[in-house]
């Protein structure tokens, strides 16, 4: 019992001795020796190393800390496993595992793969994202038509764009009022079910309050940028009863950590422990992309059989129609596929482009289906 922390440093001499200086440092809090510590005070509460490795330029090693160091949240496990010790640029944090008597505290995902794709409807696919893109000056009424000709092409969830705030042309209340309003006529055309995800945005100690405001008002998911807010924020939303819908985490900020902490670890261990539905992460097909091994390692990260339900990938940024089979190929079908630009920039639309992905998936998973968007955005975005 206790957490496991796993780092890495880039040497590898005298492993052992920094590890183990390592564990007793993040015990006692400091470098030097106290004369009033006892060995007897420290039985109980000291950090172990349990594993040493190397290879022939960088070392691994895991410490154990005793449950009794820490309280039960992010900031307290974060701070004793990687606090200080984060300052240090030669240590690197790559794992973190808690242990199954902390899930009370971190029970997860509401929904999860599952429960999205039960809201949805959607059980034989991918599901296709789009993302509001250049809302930021337009009113309301542009937001809506922007929604309605995205649902219109068939897509299964709509987003803000993270960077779209609570502002006096779109506040956010009234986007959750109209996006309900456009959601319940596409599925009183269609028969089809959507989501669309509100960013949480404002004071931190009014998040709660917020998010009620915004279910309240229509809101059918929300979208959060849980790394400039925190993980514990996240955290107590998605544990939180009267949150009841999907959480979406957008990796805004977490570029700051990753020097230090594996991608993997920030966007899948700590996300789908955070307890939201939905993490999303650069694709390792992009410009912003995401190491490859890294990003199929939060895609196995999100699926791993747990006390927590899976929650769904979403590998983003650049993404177009053309990268449809690459996405199904190294994720399967148990993923979001993602796009703002590969949607709006689509030459005859945002309903086309909605279009282009829903065909690329057919083409892909083998169905046959017309292909006429999927034509055009191929000509726009693999040709050149
Ligand atoms: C990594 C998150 C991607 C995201 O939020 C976003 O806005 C992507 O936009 P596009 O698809 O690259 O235009």
């Known amino acids: 019992m206790g957490i496991l922390a796993t780092y890495e440093i880039n040497r590898t001499d005298r492993v052992a001795d920094i590890a183990a200086k390592i564990a007793l440092e993040l015990t006692v809090g400091t470098w030097t020796d106290l004369p009033h510590l006892e060995r007897q005070q420290l039985q109980s509460y000291r950090a172990e190393v349990v594993s040493t490795s190397h290879t022939d330029t960088t070392s691994r090693f895991t410490i154990r800390y005793p449950l009794d160091n820490v309280s039960s949240d992010f900031s307290s496990i974060l701070t004793t496993t990687f606090g200080k010790l984060s300052l240090d640029d030669s240590v690197r944090l790559l794992d973190l595992e808690l242990p199954e008597s902390l899930s009370r505290d971190f029970p997860g995902a509401k929904f999860g793969v599952d429960g999205i794709r039960e809201q949805l409807g959607v059980n034989d696919r991918p599901l296709v994202m789009s993302i509001f893109k250049g809302v930021i000056g337009r009113d309301l009424r542009f937001l809506e038509q922007q929604l309605r000709d995205q649902l219109s092409g068939g897509i299964d969830i709509v987003k803000d764009d993270e960077i779209l705030y609570d502002n006096p042309l779109t506040p956010s209340l009234e986007r959750a009022r109209v996006g309900r309003i456009v959601l319940d006529d596409h599925y009183k055309a269609t028969g089809k079910r959507a989501l669309y995800a509100i ?112 929650i769904l990938p979403v590998p983003s940024a650049g993404i177009h129609p053309g990268l449809v089979e690459d996405i199904i190929r190294d994720f399967g079908t148990d993923v979001v596929i993602n796009a703002g630009g590969g949607i709006h920039g689509h030459p005859d639309g945002a309903a086309a482009g909605a279009r282009a992905f829903r065909q690329a998936i057919d083409q892909v998973l083998g169905r046959a289906g017309q292909t006429d968007a999927l034509d055009v955005a191929l000509e726009a975005w693999t040709t050149r």
Do not use: C, M, W
């Open 199 to 310: 960013t949480l945005s404002g004071p931190v100690f009014g998040l709660r309050d917020q998010a009620l405001r915004l279910i309240e008002a229509g809101a059918t998911a929300l979208l959060f940028n849980v790394y400039t807010y925190g993980l514990d924020a996240l955290r107590e939303l998605a544990k939180d009863p009267d949150v009841r819908v999907p959480i979406l985490a957008h990796p805004a900020f977490a570029g700051a950590l990753t020097g230090s902490i594996n991608h993997s670890l920030l966007l899948g261990t700590f996300i789908r422990l955070a307890g939201a539905d939905l993490t999303l992460f650069p694709s390792p097909y992009g410009s912003l992309a995401t190491p490859r091994d890294e990003a199929l390692l939060i895609r196995d990260l999100s699926a791993k059989p747990s006390v927590r339900k899976p």
